[in-house]
Structure formats: structure tokens, C-alpha cells
């Protein structure tokens, strides 16, 4: 009996690599306004795919970190929105850095 060994990926927000059955294929569908990111769990989806873990900790760091844009290939920033719904995480996250957190770095108030 011969044992295959299962394809590998790294996800794009935590950086990890772990099995194709454990993360779930993202690719990126131009529209007239730009792209937007659509999951792909039956991996039928044409072209360039990017992979990330179904946990809403690293959608938020990838997109925080844009590098959907930089795995699919594409310019600008991606809405992640519909990705988000289907992984259950808040498409609140714009990809900016948050203000909040910028300001106590620098030392000045918001």
C-alpha cells in the first residue's frame, strides 16, 4: 500500500503551511470597480488562488498585512467582503492601519 502525501499551502495570514483539506482557496474576480475576493472551497475557481485558514484571526491579519494582493497578483486593495461573510469575520477591517494604534506609537492624540 503506497501513501501519497497531501499536497501543502501556506496560508497568507498566518503564514503557516498546512494540508489543502485544512485551508480554504481564495481567488480574486475583477469587476468594473476593481476586485474583490471570493472563497473557493470546491477549488474549481479559474486562476491564480491564495489560501488562508477558515478562522476569522487570519483573515484579519491578511488582509491588515494586504497580502491577498500581493498572492492573487493583484493591484489595489481587494473587498474581502463576501470572503468575510463565509468565514464568519467582520469586513469592517479596510487593510489601513488603525488610527488608534498609530497615534500611541507616534505619541501624539487621535
Known amino acids: ?25 481564495v481567488v480574486a474576480v475583477g469587476d ?15 486562476g491564480r488562488g491564495a489560501h488562508v485558514h477558515p478562522d476569522p484571526a487570519c483573515l484579519t491579519q491578511a488582509v491588515r498585512r494586504r497580502a491577498f494582493g500581493r498572492a492573487l497578483r ?20 479596510s487593510g489601513q492601519p488603525d488610527r488608534t494604534r498609530v497615534a500611541s506609537k507616534v505619541g501624539r492624540p487621535t
Not at 476593481?34 to 479559474?46: E, M, Y
Not at 493583484?74 to 477591517?93: S, Y
Open 74 to 93: 493583484v493591484t489595489g486593495v481587494p473587498d474581502h467582503g463576501e470572503l468575510a461573510k463565509h468565514i464568519d469575520a467582520p469586513a469592517t477591517t
Open 32 to 46: 468594473g470597480a476593481g476586485h474583490s475576493l471570493r472563497p473557493d472551497p470546491a477549488r474549481r475557481l479559474p
Open 1 to 25: 500500500m503506497v501513501r501519497r502525501a497531501l499536497p501543502e499551502r501556506t496560508c497568507v495570514g498566518c503564514r503557516s503551511r498546512a494540508s489543502t483539506k485544512e485551508l480554504l482557496r
